[in-house]
């Protein structure tokens, strides 16, 4: 059988942040998990660069899934991603000082894409590997969101698995005054996450 290809990506730090959990749970996945083998990125947190940047690793890798991996502060649990809105609407600069407010992803494009992953699947494996997971219904409007929709907007139409899914803070990230979880866990999560595309 031929090996399939998973490409996953996690973001640079930001928002003031020196370390983001998303890539450091990505660099923590080993090379194969169930069918696939993995390749790995780490994306800018910028709306100009991120969507740009995987879609040419998508381009020549030629993955048959790809899993975007981001940090959401403050989430209890990792939380697959259901859908990506066509909106730019940021609180904070991104790594290139830009902040754009209220403007679309993409001009005169559809609305919002739905994820082409099982997310229900997904939420129950991360749960029975003991790590809490739920559904999310907003990846928000900042680069997340941007890298989610301009993925699903430039494969709509083929048979790619595309998704996102949000992770909480590390410990050492926030202490106690938000949730958290160990990379152990956000990586025994995502590991989950792939054993059930
Ligand atoms: N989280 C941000 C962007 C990069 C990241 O890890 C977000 O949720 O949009």
Redesign the pocket.
């Known amino acids: 059988m031929a090996e399939k290809t998973l490409l996953i990506t ?3 730090p ?2 003031g942040e020196k370390i ?1 959990p ?1 890539y450091e749970a990505v660099k923590g996945l080993p090379e194969r998990v169930g069918k696939y083998n993995i390749v790995k990125l780490c994306v800018p ?1 910028s709306f100009e660069k991120a969507s740009g940047t995987v879609i040419a690793k998508a381009e020549e890798c030629e993955p048959e899934v790809i899993i975007c ?4 502060g403050g989430r209890k649990g990792v939380t697959p991603e259901v859908i990506g809105i066509n909106l730019r609407d940021a609180r904070i600069p ?1 790594n290139d000082g830009a902040m754009p407010k209220n403007v679309p992803v993409i001009e005169n494009a559809p609305a919002a894409y739905f994820s082409t992953l099982p997310v229900d699947d997904i939420v129950e494996a991360i749960n029975q590997a003991g790590v809490p997971s739920f559904k999310s219904y907003s ?2 409007a ?5 890298l989610l929709y301009s993925l699903l907007h430039r494969f709509d139409g083929t048979d790619k698995k595309i998704g996102f899914i ?1 992770v909480p803070y590390l410990p050492q990230q926030t202490g106690d005054k938000h949730p958290s979880l160990t990379l152990e866990q956000i990586i025994t999560a995502l590991t989950a996450a792939i054993e059930a595309i």
């Open positions: 996690g973001f640079d930001f928002g983001n998303s947190t991996i981001g940090q959401a991104d990846a928000g900042f680069v997340c969101n941007d949000h």
